[in-house]
């Protein structure tokens, strides 16, 4: 077991290990927060259930946005507009200031860290245009992004894992950290946590703890997500008591192969590729005359839930829609879309080269999250303070929200999202540490939460099956809360969902061992997932406007209320509490840190 | 191989960087991994330890390996 230099036993069986700061996550975010820690002097540990270079901020290709503006002019108050205006003014105006401004800095000090960014000519950093990234508030499209190769998110771990092996960052792999630790002041203590290898729970008391724990893309059926992502920081917030904003806004892709939600990329449409219903209809022509295929990613995904939902799906339960490649020329697939005929062959059993691939929207980012300030530091209300700081508690990147993405996400701000809030995050610590923040002492029942879960997971018979309850879980979402969303199908939702939510708390699992129990560590991830689940359906079927990512039926896009959305009722965050279920809401921080409001407009491109 | 290291490649098997990763090593672990002989349960341990990218990019055909013990298994990858 990792280090125990500074072991000390609370009860019987209940080792405690103590540090300034546990940052639970290793992924961009945590390996980020991780380095402003261990760099100035504090003994920080970073739990993570797989090796660093495996968390999902590997998957990211596209790259990440910063106005260096090396090939054209940009300014961060051009991005600052992009971003408020792609979050469909839900975004909070502080924090969209601060991450926009602070862009330059953290991908320089990326750079200084060893990531090899593609370079221009003359050696700058090259940048590529990115949907929704314009120049000149919204004129036209800016090179702001910055990649390397098609390994972005790849070469951004390597650089930080390795910076935090120099600042002696302690890294606990393949540990899954369990369960907040919050004392009767609402403090923050550190978390308990099970060391895989060994079944063993351990606590991990500390000055301050940082959340980086990624999103939880799996509560949906279809999801590009890698099957890591299960909300387990916002499922041990909820259990703390901790509410969770925003949580009914998702980013859906509009292709994700059906049944694997595999992503196949907007290329294939750029290069020709028609989406087709069962018909054989080429039905985007019905719903964007112009674009066709390649109208906007919200704008396909609507027209193809439309599509299935009128019962114009494809397959035996008419649920997806095929995109169909098979009149482009074979060389030209092979050779432009690299990847895409193996991705058909493995995850559809389909050759694209002489059959439509199936495809169904899909799961793509979350926006909501822990809410936290700017600064990286959890906020909730508290007796009237609608931003009350949870003290020892920060979160930054997928897990968090603060709020930069609102109700939906530019591509390439979450990668920036994460450089710049797991930093702050990091530095809040540094700074509330020095400060004098000390070791708070553990409460008696330290322990208890945790202990009973597990206890009744290994005691339980007859239970539910977790395999049967993740995917009631992932359909219920995915058919009630989806990319185009219906009142009498999320009001069912709820219903269902709650339904789930008996089986989730009911799990039985067949192996009892203590070493390497990967059915425990799925169920003990069902736990997270579900508490996201529910605040998602509860949140969506609350909020009676579209906006962003939130498109519902009976909001539609009227002369009064342009896209459905609805300001003088709306215009808030959602807050649900999963104390009991119920939703209350905090205004949107119009405010910028320096520069003027962007004020509120109808959203267009 | 005794449970413990077939639960400990199972957890990394499942809990990948790429989704698409993900899937294929849960479904040969779950359909083809049983019909392999001790040596090759080793080389597919080993093909398990690769980075995901550079794991993806062999099934998918993208890139080829060499190593006569881990070629067999990337071509049973390619084919589940
Ligand atoms: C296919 C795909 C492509 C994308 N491309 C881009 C892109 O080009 N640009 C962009 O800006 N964004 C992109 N995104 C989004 C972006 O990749 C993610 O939002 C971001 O990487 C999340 O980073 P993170 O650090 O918050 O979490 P992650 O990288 O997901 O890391 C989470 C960490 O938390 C750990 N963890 C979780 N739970 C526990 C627990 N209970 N105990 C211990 N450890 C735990 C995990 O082990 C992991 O280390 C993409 C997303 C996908 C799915």
């Known amino acids: 077991m990792g280090c125990f230099d500074s072991l000390e036993v609370v009860s019987v069986s209940i080792p405690v290990l103590k540090f300034d700061a546990v940052i639970v996550g290793a992924g961009g975010a945590g390996l980020r927060s991780a380095i402003q820690l261990s760099e100035a002097g504090l003994k920080t540990a970073v739990l993570s259930k797989v090796f660093p270079t495996r968390s999902h901020t590997v998957a990211a290709q596209g790259g990440v946005a910063a106005s260096l503006g090396n090939s054209e002019e940009d300014h961060w108050t051009w991005h600052m507009y992009d971003t408020v205006k792609g979050s469909d003014w839900l975004g909070d105006q502080d924090a969209i200031e601060f991450m926009c401004k602070k862009a330059n800095e953290v991908v320089v000090e990326l750079e200084h860290y060893g990531m090899p960014f593609d370079r221009t000519d003359n050696g700058k950093i090259y940048q590529r245009p990115f949907g929704g990234h314009m120049s000149n508030f919204g004129e036209k499209p800016v090179r702001r992004s910055c990649a390397a190769a098609d390994r972005t998110g790849h070469a951004m771990l390597h650089a930080m894992y390795q910076r935090n092996v120099k600042a002696n960052t302690q890294f606990f792999v393949e540990w899954m950290a369990l369960d907040l630790i919050r004392d009767d002041e609402g403090h923050v203590l550190g978390v308990t946590a099970m060391e895989m290898e060994t079944g063993q729970i351990v606590i991990f008391h500390a000055r301050a703890t940082i959340f980086a724990t990624g999103g939880a893309g799996r509560i949906y059926y279809s999801s590009t997500n890698a099957f890591i992502n299960t909300g387990d920081g916002l499922g041990m917030a909820a259990r703390a008591g901790i509410p969770l904003e925003d949580m009914e806004f998702w980013q859906f892709h509009p292709t994700g192969v059906a049944g694997a939600g595999v992503l196949i990329t907007e290329g294939v449409r750029g290069e020709g590729g028609i989406l087709r219903n069962s018909n054989k209809e080429r039905f985007m022509e019905r719903y964007a005359p112009n674009a066709k295929d390649l109208a906007s990613r919200d704008v396909v995904s609507r027209a193809m839930a439309t599509e299935i939902k009128e019962g114009r799906g494809c397959g035996v339960n008419k649920d997806y829609v095929l995109l169909d490649i098979t009149h482009l020329d074979p060389a030209t697939i092979m050779k432009r879309l690299p990847g895409i005929h193996e991705i058909g062959i493995q995850f559809a059993g389909v050759d694209c080269l002489k059959e439509p691939l199936p495809v169904v929207p899909t799961c793509h980012y979350q926006m909501g999250g822990i809410p936290t300030h700017y600064s990286g530091r959890v906020v909730m209300q508290q007796n009237g303070d609608h931003n009350a700081v949870v003290p020892g508690f920060y979160a930054g990147g997928e897990c968090a929200c603060a709020s930069v993405h609102g109700a939906n996400r530019l591509g390439t701000n979450s990668l920036l999202d994460l450089l710049v809030f797991g930093k702050s995050a990091g530095d809040s610590a540094v700074e509330d540490l020095k400060a004098g923040r000390a070791h708070r002492d553990l409460p008696k029942d330290v322990s208890d939460k945790t202990m009973a879960r597990i206890s009744a997971l290994d005691n339980r018979k007859g239970g539910a099956n977790v395999n049967e309850t993740r995917l009631a879980m992932q359909r219920t979402m995915q058919d009630h809360a989806g990319v185009f969303r219906f009142s009498d199908m999320l009001k069912q939702g709820v219903e269902k969902i709650l339904e789930v939510e008996k089986a989730a708390r009911n799990l039985e699992i067949k192996d009892k061992s203590m070493a390497w129990n990967t059915a425990r560590t799925e169920a003990l991830e069902m736990e997270n997932l579900i508490e996201v689940a529910k605040a998602t359906m509860i949140s969506a079927e609350a909020r009676k406007e579209s906006r962003g990512a939130h498109v519902r039926d009976d909001a539609p896009d009227t002369a009064e209320f342009p896209n459905g959305r609805n300001d003088a009722e709306w215009h808030k965050h959602t807050l649900f509490s999963p104390v009991d279920n119920s939703i209350t809401y905090k205004p949107v921080n119009m405010q910028p840190l320096t520069v003027e409001t962007v004020a509120l407009k109808t959203r267009s491109y | ?80």
């Open chain 2, 1 to 80: 191989m005794d449970r413990q290291d077939y639960e400990r490649l199972r957890w990394r098997c499942i809990r990948r960087g790429l989704l698409e990763v993900d899937i294929a090593l849960t479904r040969f672990l779950d359909e083809g991994f049983d019909k392999l002989d001790d040596e090759q349960q080793q080389a597919f341990v080993e093909l398990a330890d690769m980075e995901d990218h550079d794991l993806w990019h062999l099934i998918s055909g993208q890139a080829d390996i060499d190593d006569p013990r881990l070629a067999p298994i990337v071509n049973l990858l390619r084919k589940s």
